[in-house]
């Protein structure tokens, strides 16, 4: 089995997240999708150019 690199945080996936939970906390909204539809990529596009897929660890 090969090894993988460790994991390190991403700032423009930690400010994407912020800006999420800014945008639904104060009127309890859950989910993947702001109040203005974007999808999750659309955060983490305006802070870098996402060319890979992503997950969310959260279950």
Avoid: K
Avoid at 17 to 38: E, I
């Amino acid at each position: 089995m090969d090894s993988q690199p460790t994991l390190r945080p991403s700032r423009g996936i930690s400010q994407a997240a912020a800006d999420l939970v800014q945008d639904q906390g104060p009127r309890g909204g859950t989910g993947h999708t702001g109040s203005d539809r974007s999808t999750p990529f659309d955060p983490l596009n305006r802070y870098r150019p996402w060319c890979r897929g992503a997950a969310d660890p959260i279950s």
